[in-house]
C-alpha cells in the first residue's frame, strides 16, 4: 500500500507483529505512516494504535485513539469490542456491560460479546441477569466447552441443581471428566442431598487435581452432612494443618465438632495461632466461637485486645459492642458501635449503631440510620426488625401498622395427608423419620436454638416422600392464608404478596430439657413457621405459657425492657406463620421430654 507496495493487510499483521514483539514506538510509527481518505481503513488504524497504547498501559491514549475510530466506522465490531474490555480492564463494569449492548445492537448473535456480558453480570452477583445472556450464547453455541462451564457456573449460584447435574454429564460426555466441572456437579448433588453420590463426585474431582482445596472442603461437608463425622474431622484438619490461616475450614471443623460435643472443639485455632504467631483473623474468629459456646467474658478480652490494631475484623468490634451492650454497659457499647461505623463504613456497622441507640433510648437516632439503609434494601427484615422496635419505643401508630399480630399470624392445622388413619399416625411416622436425621449432641453454634439439636442443609430438599405429603400441605395452607391477607402496595410485608411462594429454607429442631429459641428474626424470609410435629404434654396443661411461641420481644438488651405483644400455644400439627421481620423465641422448656419441630422460610414467587 505504501512504497514497499504492501496491501492494508499485509501492513495491519506487520503492526501487530511489532505490538506482540513489544515493539510499540515502530508500530505507532507504522501506522502513523499509513495515509488513506478511506475511513474504514482510518478507523482500522486507530484500532491498531489503540491496542499499542493499550499494551503500553497508556489507557488514556488508547481510549481516545477507540474514540476517533468509533467517530469514523460507529460499527467498527473491533473499536467498539475493545472499549467494551478496556472500561473492564478499568474497573469499570458497568460502562463494560452498557458498550458490550452497544455491540449487541450492531451484531445481536455475536457469541463472545454474550458471554462476556453474561461474566460482568456474574462478577456482580447478578446472577439472573448473567444467565440471560449466558443461556443465548449457549442456544448459539451449545458445544462449546467455556460457553457450557459458564451456564453450569451461573445455574449452580442461581440454585437450578437438577439443571447442573444434568449440564456437567453433558460436559464431561461431550469434552471429558474435569475436575472444577466435578465439582460443580458435586455441589449440586450435595445440594440435592445425595450426599453419597456427591461424597464419589467430589473424589472423583480429587483424583483429576489433588490439590484442589475446594473439592476437598465440599467432601468435608458432605461427611459432616451423612454423619460420618471422623471423615470429615480428618479432612478439615489436613486443610487447617496445611494452611493455618485457612478460616473457613476452621469455621466448619470448629462447627461441628461443637455440635458433636468432640473435645476437639477450638483446639485448631489454639494450633494455627502457635505455628503463626499474632494474627488477628485467626484469634478474631477464634473469639466469635468462644462468644457464641457461652464464654463470652472469654472472647470479650481477647476481643477488646486487637481493637486498637490497624488490621483489627470487623468481627471483633461486633463482640465488643455486644458483650458491653448485653451487660448494660450501654454507652460503652455506643461509643464501639460508633468507632465501627466509622473504621468500616458498612451496613451492618450501622444496623448495629443503630441498635445501640435504641439500647441508650434514643430511637430517633436509630431511626435516621435505619431508614437510609432501607432506601437501598426496602425488604431487608434485619432492617425492617430494627426499624420496628424503634417506633414501639417511640410509641408510634405505624408500629401496630407493621406489626399487626392479629392480621398478620396464621394459626392452623394441616389435614390428615393421603394414606393415613389419622394425623397422629402421620405425625407418629414423621417424627421417626426427623429423628434419623438429627445426629448431633448439641445446638448449632451463631443460631437462635438452645440446648437441643438441628438438621443440617433444607430439609424439604431431602429425598423423603413423607416430606414431600407434609410440604403438600403447609403449601394448601399457607396459599389459603395469602388469600385472605388485605391489598396494601405502601405495606413492607403485604405488597410483597403475589399469592404464591417458594420455600427458602427448612430444618427440623429438637428442644429438649431447659431449652428455648432466643429472640430473633429470620433476615432471609418474607414469611417465617413453626409447624409442631410433637409437643410435650406439660406445654399442653401449662398455665405458665412454658415452651410457647412468643411474638415481638426483642432479641439485645435495652435500657426499656419491652415485654412480648403476644403468646401462642404450640400444639401437634398446627402450622403458625408470620412476617419474617417479626422477632420471635419461645419460653423456656422445663419439661425433659423433647419437642420436635419443622421450622422453614418462604418468598414471594414471582411468575
Given at each position: 500500500?505504501?512504497?514497499?507496495?504492501?496491501?492494508?493487510?499485509?501492513?495491519?499483521?506487520?503492526?501487530?507483529?511489532?505490538?506482540?514483539?513489544?515493539?510499540?514506538?515502530?508500530?505507532?510509527?507504522?501506522?502513523?505512516?499509513?495515509?488513506?481518505?478511506?475511513?474504514?481503513?482510518?478507523?482500522?488504524?486507530?484500532?491498531?494504535?489503540?491496542?499499542?497504547?493499550?499494551?503500553?498501559?497508556?489507557?488514556?491514549?488508547?481510549?481516545?485513539?477507540?474514540?476517533k475510530g468509533i467517530k469514523l466506522s460507529p460499527r467498527h465490531f473491533h473499536l467498539n469490542v475493545n472499549k467494551?474490555?478496556?472500561?473492564?480492564?478499568?474497573?469499570?463494569?458497568?460502562?463494560?456491560?452498557?458498550?458490550?449492548?452497544?455491540?449487541?445492537?450492531?451484531?445481536?448473535?455475536?457469541?463472545?460479546?454474550?458471554?462476556?456480558?453474561?461474566?460482568?453480570?456474574?462478577?456482580?452477583?447478578?446472577?439472573?441477569?448473567?444467565?440471560?445472556?449466558?443461556?443465548?450464547?449457549?442456544?448459539?453455541?451449545?458445544?462449546?466447552?467455556?460457553?457450557?462451564?459458564?451456564?453450569?457456573?451461573?445455574?449452580?449460584?442461581?440454585?437450578?441443581?437438577?439443571?447442573?447435574?444434568?449440564?456437567?454429564?453433558?460436559?464431561?460426555?461431550?469434552?471429558?471428566?474435569?475436575?472444577?466441572?466435578?465439582?460443580?456437579?458435586?455441589?449440586?448433588?450435595?445440594?440435592?442431598?445425595?450426599?453419597?453420590?456427591?461424597?464419589?463426585?467430589?473424589?472423583?474431582?480429587?483424583?483429576?487435581?489433588?490439590?484442589?482445596?475446594?473439592?476437598?472442603?465440599?467432601?468435608?461437608?458432605?461427611?459432616?452432612?451423612?454423619?460420618?463425622?471422623?471423615?470429615?474431622?480428618?479432612?478439615?484438619?489436613?486443610?487447617?494443618?496445611?494452611?493455618?490461616?485457612?478460616?473457613?475450614?476452621?469455621?466448619?471443623?470448629?462447627?461441628?465438632?461443637?455440635?458433636?460435643?468432640?473435645?476437639?472443639?477450638?483446639?485448631?485455632?489454639?494450633?494455627?495461632?502457635?505455628?503463626?504467631?499474632?494474627?488477628?483473623?485467626?484469634?478474631?474468629?477464634?473469639?466469635?466461637?468462644?462468644?457464641?459456646?457461652?464464654?463470652?467474658?472469654?472472647?470479650?478480652?481477647?476481643?477488646?485486645?486487637?481493637?486498637?490494631?490497624?488490621?483489627?475484623?470487623?468481627?471483633?468490634?461486633?463482640?465488643?459492642?455486644?458483650?458491653?451492650?448485653?451487660?448494660?454497659?450501654?454507652?460503652?457499647?455506643?461509643?464501639?458501635?460508633?468507632?465501627?461505623?466509622?473504621?468500616?463504613?458498612?451496613?451492618?456497622?450501622?444496623?448495629?449503631?443503630?441498635?445501640?441507640?435504641?439500647?441508650?433510648?434514643?430511637?430517633?437516632?436509630?431511626?435516621?440510620?435505619?431508614?437510609?439503609?432501607?432506601?437501598?434494601?426496602?425488604?431487608?427484615?434485619?432492617?425492617?426488625?430494627?426499624?420496628?422496635?424503634?417506633?414501639?419505643?417511640?410509641?408510634?401508630?405505624?408500629?401496630?401498622?407493621?406489626?399487626?399480630?392479629?392480621?398478620?399470624?396464621?394459626?392452623?392445622?394441616?389435614?390428615?395427608?393421603?394414606?393415613?388413619?389419622?394425623?397422629?399416625?402421620?405425625?407418629?411416622?414423621?417424627?421417626?423419620?426427623?429423628?434419623?436425621?438429627?445426629?448431633?449432641?448439641?445446638?448449632?453454634?451463631?443460631?437462635?436454638?438452645?440446648?437441643?439439636?438441628?438438621?443440617?442443609?433444607?430439609?424439604?430438599?431431602?429425598?423423603?416422600?413423607?416430606?414431600?405429603?407434609?410440604?403438600?400441605?403447609?403449601?394448601?395452607?399457607?396459599?389459603?392464608?395469602?388469600?385472605?391477607?388485605?391489598?396494601?402496595?405502601?405495606?413492607?410485608?403485604?405488597?410483597?404478596?403475589?399469592?404464591?411462594?417458594?420455600?427458602?429454607?427448612?430444618?427440623?429442631?429438637?428442644?429438649?430439657?431447659?431449652?428455648?429459641?432466643?429472640?430473633?428474626?429470620h433476615s432471609q424470609g418474607w414469611m417465617s413457621s413453626p409447624f409442631y410435629v410433637s409437643i410435650p404434654t406439660?406445654?399442653?396443661?401449662?398455665?405458665?405459657?412454658?415452651?410457647?411461641?412468643?411474638?415481638?420481644?426483642?432479641?439485645?438488651?435495652?435500657?426499656?425492657?419491652?415485654?412480648?405483644?403476644?403468646?401462642?400455644?404450640?400444639?401437634?400439627?398446627?402450622?403458625?406463620?408470620?412476617?419474617?421481620?417479626?422477632?420471635?423465641?419461645?419460653?423456656?422448656?422445663?419439661?425433659?421430654?423433647?419437642?420436635?419441630?419443622?421450622?422453614?422460610?418462604?418468598?414471594?414467587?414471582?411468575?
Amino acid at each position: 500500500m505504501q512504497s514497499q507496495g504492501m496491501s492494508f493487510q499485509d501492513v495491519s499483521n506487520l503492526i501487530l507483529k511489532e505490538i506482540n514483539n513489544n515493539n510499540f514506538l515502530k508500530a505507532l510509527k507504522i501506522a502513523n505512516s499509513i495515509k488513506s481518505n478511506e475511513s474504514s481503513i482510518v478507523a482500522h488504524l486507530h484500532h491498531l494504535k489503540s491496542i499499542a497504547y493499550q499494551k503500553k498501559k497508556d489507557y488514556i491514549l488508547c481510549l481516545a485513539e477507540i474514540e476517533k475510530g468509533i467517530k469514523l466506522s460507529p460499527r467498527h465490531f473491533h473499536l467498539n469490542v475493545n472499549k467494551a474490555k478496556l472500561y473492564n480492564l478499568l474497573g469499570e463494569p458497568d460502562k463494560s456491560i452498557k458498550q458490550y449492548l452497544n455491540v449487541l445492537a450492531i451484531y445481536s448473535d455475536d457469541i463472545e460479546t454474550l458471554y462476556n456480558i453474561s461474566v460482568l453480570y456474574f462478577k456482580k452477583n447478578e446472577f439472573t441477569k448473567a444467565k440471560e445472556y449466558i443461556d443465548k450464547a449457549f442456544t448459539l453455541s451449545p458445544q462449546n466447552a467455556v460457553i457450557l462451564s459458564a451456564k453450569i457456573k451461573t445455574d449452580l449460584k442461581l440454585e437450578k441443581f437438577t439443571e447442573v447435574d444434568r449440564l456437567t454429564d453433558d460436559y464431561i460426555r461431550n469434552f471429558g471428566a474435569d475436575a472444577s466441572i466435578l465439582n460443580s456437579k458435586g455441589l449440586a448433588l450435595k445440594a440435592l442431598c445425595f450426599w453419597d453420590k456427591a461424597i464419589i463426585t467430589f473424589e472423583q474431582s480429587l483424583k483429576l487435581s489433588p490439590g484442589l482445596v475446594e473439592a476437598k472442603k465440599n467432601m468435608a461437608s458432605c461427611y459432616h452432612l451423612a454423619g460420618k463425622f471422623k471423615k470429615a474431622k480428618a479432612i478439615y484438619t489436613e486443610l487447617t494443618t496445611i494452611n493455618p490461616l485457612d478460616l473457613d475450614s476452621h469455621h466448619w471443623l470448629n462447627q461441628m465438632l461443637w455440635e458433636t460435643a468432640d473435645s476437639g472443639f477450638l483446639s485448631s485455632y489454639n494450633h494455627a495461632l502457635k505455628i503463626t504467631g499474632k494474627n488477628t483473623a485467626l484469634e478474631a474468629e477464634l473469639a466469635q466461637k468462644l462468644y457464641t459456646s457461652g464464654k463470652q467474658t472469654e472472647a470479650y478480652k481477647i476481643a477488646k485486645q486487637i481493637l486498637s490494631q490497624s488490621n483489627c475484623p470487623q468481627k471483633a468490634f461486633s463482640i465488643v459492642g455486644d458483650y458491653e451492650r448485653e451487660n448494660s454497659l450501654f454507652d460503652e457499647s455506643l461509643k464501639t458501635h460508633l468507632a465501627a461505623s466509622n473504621r468500616f463504613k458498612n451496613n451492618h456497622a450501622y444496623i448495629e449503631l443503630a441498635k445501640s441507640y435504641i439500647a441508650i433510648d434514643k430511637p430517633d437516632h436509630a431511626l435516621n440510620i435505619i431508614n437510609k439503609l432501607l432506601n437501598q434494601d426496602e425488604y431487608n427484615q434485619e432492617y425492617l426488625c430494627i426499624k420496628n422496635t424503634a417506633l414501639r419505643l417511640l410509641k408510634s401508630e405505624l408500629y401496630s401498622y407493621y406489626c399487626n399480630y392479629d392480621l398478620f399470624v396464621m394459626q392452623e392445622k394441616i389435614a390428615t395427608p393421603s394414606g393415613f388413619a389419622s394425623i397422629d399416625d402421620f405425625l407418629t411416622e414423621l417424627k421417626g423419620t426427623l429423628k434419623q436425621y438429627h445426629y448431633y449432641q448439641n445446638h448449632p453454634l451463631e443460631q437462635s436454638l438452645v440446648n437441643g439439636s438441628q438438621t443440617a442443609e433444607k430439609l424439604f430438599d431431602y429425598q423423603l416422600p413423607i416430606l414431600k405429603m407434609l410440604k403438600q400441605e403447609l403449601y394448601e395452607l399457607t396459599s389459603c392464608f395469602l388469600t385472605r391477607l388485605p391489598k396494601d402496595n405502601q405495606h413492607p410485608f403485604l405488597k410483597r404478596n403475589v399469592g404464591d411462594f417458594k420455600v427458602t429454607d427448612s430444618w427440623s429442631v429438637i428442644l429438649k430439657g431447659k431449652g428455648f429459641h432466643k429472640n430473633h428474626y429470620h433476615s432471609q424470609g418474607w414469611m417465617s413457621s413453626p409447624f409442631y410435629v410433637s409437643i410435650p404434654t406439660l406445654i399442653s396443661e401449662s398455665t405458665n405459657q412454658e415452651g410457647w411461641l412468643k411474638l415481638g420481644e426483642p432479641g439485645f438488651n435495652m435500657n426499656t425492657k419491652l415485654l412480648p405483644e403476644t403468646a401462642l400455644k404450640p400444639e401437634e400439627g398446627k402450622l403458625i406463620q408470620f412476617p419474617s421481620y417479626f422477632w420471635h423465641g419461645t419460653n423456656t422448656l422445663n419439661s425433659e421430654m423433647e419437642r420436635v419441630t419443622i421450622a422453614y422460610d418462604i418468598l414471594p414467587q414471582h411468575t
